[in-house]
């Protein structure tokens, strides 16, 4: 069991800067593949960022591409998301997740099988 937790979710204004992060317990001896999703009211959840075992390779969804940074500690078992020039469209609910069985950053939601509660984050206009 891997058990994953949220921080530093909040209020920002349109064109400031959040950094979250995701620390990670349990069975975190391996340094799974480590991904953010977004999931705002009334849409699918949809895959912001990933980040391979050891940080070798990172994945990015187009409209976060050049604005948000995905990184990791491993020896905190901690992953981070940079939120830089955040836009109201970045508002939703935004949760960590890992993928046990996999080598490197992917983007398939169905390959991550641990799920934190997430945090919420608001861009005002």
């Known amino acids: 069991q891997v058990q994953l937790v949220e921080s530093g979710g909040g209020l920002v204004r349109a064109g400031g800067s959040l950094g979250l992060s995701c620390a990670a317990s349990?069975?975190?001896?391996?340094?799974?593949?480590m991904g953010w999703f977004r999931q705002a009211p009334g849409k699918e959840r949809e895959f912001v960022a990933a980040?391979?075992?050891?940080?070798?390779?990172?994945k990015y969804a187009d409209s976060v591409k050049g604005r948000f940074t995905i990184s990791r500690d491993n020896a905190k078992n901690t992953v981070y998301l940079q939120m830089n020039t955040l836009k109201p469209e970045d508002t939703a609910v935004y949760s960590c997740?890992?993928?046990?069985?996999?080598?490197?950053?992917?983007?398939?939601?169905?390959?991550?099988?641990?799920w934190g509660q997430g945090t919420q984050v608001i861009v005002s206009s």
């Open positions: 980040i391979g075992r050891n940080g070798g390779t990172t």
């Open positions: 349990g069975r975190t001896g391996n340094n799974y593949v």
């Open positions: 997740a890992a993928a046990t069985a996999w080598l490197f950053a992917t983007d398939q939601l169905n390959t991550y099988d641990y």
